[in-house]
């Protein structure tokens, strides 16, 4: 009998470029896509358990049956409350329905806020979600 690992990496970005109006930066930076925004605290994942359940919910079942494995790296634009507002796949996977269920459920996360000199920040991140049969697994970075 096999099980699932599906794995959940938090990948910390380098400064893209830098950001003078903090502010005017944050209001747009949900529209303008995927750019760096400063902060002093990564925002971190809360509810792993419940994606860690719902991976294993949507996990193609015709790639989990046939050995099929993948890595998503996904944009995830984490709101000043934690919640995700926008995502967006990074690199495109070899089968597009490994994407379509890391959307999905990327757009379920909470996260706790990123900070910036105390206060929160909405920010962009990078979130790994590796599909994997074998153990259930939820790895952080």
Do not use: C, H
């Amino acid at each position: 009998m096999r099980r699932l690992s599906l794995s959940l990496v938090l990948l910390t970005l380098l400064p893209i470029a830098p950001v003078f109006a903090q502010e005017a930066a944050q209001e747009s930076a949900q529209d303008a896509g995927p750019t760096y925004i400063a902060r002093d605290v990564e925002p971190v994942l809360e509810n792993a358990v419940a994606v860690q359940q719902l991976l294993g919910r949507l996990y193609p079942e015709s790639l989990r049956l046939t050995g099929k494995e993948a890595t998503v790296v996904m944009w995830l634009f984490v709101e000043k409350d934690g919640t995700v507002g926008a995502t967006q796949v990074l690199k495109a996977n070899e089968y597009p329905a490994f994407d379509e269920v890391a959307t999905e459920v990327s757009e379920s996360m909470v996260f706790t806020p990123a900070m910036l000199k105390g206060e929160p920040v909405a920010v962009w991140i990078n979130q790994a979600i590796a599909f994997k049969p074998g153990d259930l697994k939820i790895r952080e970075q």
